[in-house]
């Protein structure tokens, strides 16, 4: 994402909107820019978790005010009606607070799905991202959409995909029903969900291979996982063997898959850390 | 294999889970023995133990045994029992397959080795016509 950017994030994976979001705020973080992320579904304190969780700095840039998480509900909602002119001018206002501020320029991130509330004006939403534009004509203000495939109406998503010139995701390796192999980018790395066997090694290979190509430490989110037969967890631990030294894999896993690997490891690699997390299937 | 369906009738108890496979329903077989290990009273340990020895002699029936396969699964008394069966060229080397780990680098004949690591015993009969692995698990370890 370049300043100046206004980007729309249409997801249906929950992992993968926080995913992107995290590696957003991260940027414009160390970019110096100011950020400030409107959450609705999830609260602003889970949300602040959820970043750190994927190593964003968050307690210092919040406590000198360079990162806000703030709910929708004390944000534009607070008045009562929402209108797109309203929205549009709190924004121009907090990109002129951020300039007096010193920082280079304000980077915002939103959950859009308040506007499925009864007292946001569906239609608002649509003249909020037709009017929004002609904030980001100087540079000063970046900013991503989030649109939850779950909740929107096709027609609100086209026209969402039509009022932003760019779209972000995450670059998929695989899908299908039963199984998703996808670029991670906080903390940088692959991640799967699903089943995986020996009928997917060439995809799970690629996106390996591109990991090691780009990462320095290589992250392979395996959480979401629910089966890893042995070629696959090969396909894995050759990966890792593979890394010079100075640089290592670190496999987050449940304990199914886990035994997989295990097995399949044998003797400790040094270059392999695995950390095995229970509940988050 | 007429000769030991006969041996079959009379010592394998009635099987909890029958079900043929081949490489498009690799899912619903994995999913049939997740089932039907919880039934037959496997913990969680267990149940990953024989999902992995599942997983992975229904694949090599499928990439070596001739593309599909039958799965039988059954308890007797303390134990679960796990069989694939196949319609395959056979293994050369029944003995002495999957005894020895592969080096980390081969490509393959990794899954066999990892079913005696998981399985209390594996017993392998096979011929031209085909092939059978049984493979056992405690119900009682851990």
Redesign the interface.
Known sequence: MGSGDHACLTFSDAEERLDIVSAFVRDGLGLGQKVICFTESIPPGQLVGELADREVPTRTPAARGQLAVRSSDESWLAGGTVTAAGMVDMLGREVELASREGYPGLRVTADMCWALRPVAAAEQLMVFEAEVGKLFSDGRLTAICQYDRHNFDPVTLAFAARAHPRAVAAAVYYEDPLLRICRQYTPPGIRVAGELDYRRVEELTQALAESLRLDHHVHVNLAQLRYLDVAAATAVVQAAASLPDGRVMTVVCGPAVDRTLTLVCGSELARLRVRVAHGRQ | MAGSDQREAGRIPLAALDQPFD?DS??QL?AAVAAHAEALGAG?RQG??L??IA??LA?NAI?HGGGRGQLRLWRNGDTLHCRVTDRGPGLADPDGAGRH?PP??A??G??LW?VR??ARAVEIETGPRGTAVTAVVDLNRR
Do not use: C, H, M, N
């Open positions: 490489e690799l899912y994995r969680p990953d133990d999902l992995i997983g992975e694949s990439r780990r980390l680098a490509a393959g990794r899954g990892v690591q998981v």
